[in-house]
């Protein structure tokens, strides 16, 4: 079964470093989405990404956030500056164009602790 | 979007056919149904996606009542490995949306 990728597992940085976290998303798929999920709370919606650029983004994705997609396989969410509430498990997800009948596919994430 | 309510929580025993009931009253004609199943520290996994009536897959059931204010999730047979989180999403279903996760139900199956 296709898989979404990311790296690192887990990712411990100071308060104010920058911090990329990388995907790879299901080759064939063209929409591409970076979520995050603070310990005990609910999965958020961070952006959505499509044919190279940002289609939609939430309150939460400020400009310390940035995504990217640099060789055509994988997508990286950037955060410049990192603050102590970015601590949160950050998941990339995929999905295909007629893939309406499986949903979306999650990679496992990133535990992201700023300290 | 149509937001959902669904328990908080739910226990049930191994081998037993559990069913996780979400409202969603005020669904609009394009929206569809999906259910997702997230375990602790890892990304949700899609279950089943339904519009209306009964969609059964190799895990799970969705039924639909025809007012579609409401739909259940059957999880025939649990395991230990059933617990987890399960989510109701409500939504169009286009390739670009996104997804709006509320605070699910979190399953836990005892032995």
């Known amino acids: 079964e296709p898989e979404v990728t990311q790296t690192p597992s887990h990712q411990v940085t100071q308060m104010g470093q920058e911090v990329i976290l990388r995907c790879v998303p299901i080759s064939n798929h063209l929409y591409f989405y970076w979520y995050r999920q603070i310990l005990g709370q609910k999965v958020e919606f961070l952006v959505s990404f499509y044919n190279n650029e940002i289609s939609e983004k939430s309150e939460i994705f400020d400009d310390q956030f940035s995504v990217e997609r640099p060789d055509g396989s994988n997508f990286t969410l950037k955060i410049r500056s990192t603050k102590l509430e970015d601590s949160a498990m950050y998941f990339c997800?995929?999905?295909?164009?007629?893939?309406?009948?499986?949903?979306?596919?999650f990679g496992s994430g990133t535990r992201l602790t700023v300290v | 979007l149509a937001k959902t309510t669904q328990p908080i929580s739910m226990d049930s025993y191994e081998g037993q056919e559990v069913n996780i009931t979400c409202s969603h009253n005020?669904?609009?004609?394009?929206?569809?149904i999906t259910w997702y199943q997230q375990f602790p520290s890892q990304g949700p996994r899609f279950i089943i996606q339904g519009y209306k009536t009964k969609v059964t897959n190799e895990v799970a059931s969705l039924f639909i009542p025809a007012d579609r204010k409401s739909s259940t999730l059957s999880l025939p047979r649990v395991s230990l490995s059933d617990t987890a989180v399960y989510y109701c999403?409500?939504?169009?279903?286009?390739?670009?949306?996104?997804?709006?996760f509320g605070t699910g139900t979190r399953l836990t199956i005892i032995p």
């Open positions: 005020n669904i609009a004609t394009n929206d569809y």
């Open positions: 999403l409500v939504g169009e279903d286009f390739g670009n949306e996104k997804l709006t």
């Open positions: 997800a995929s999905r295909g164009v007629r893939d309406f009948e499986f949903g979306y596919t």
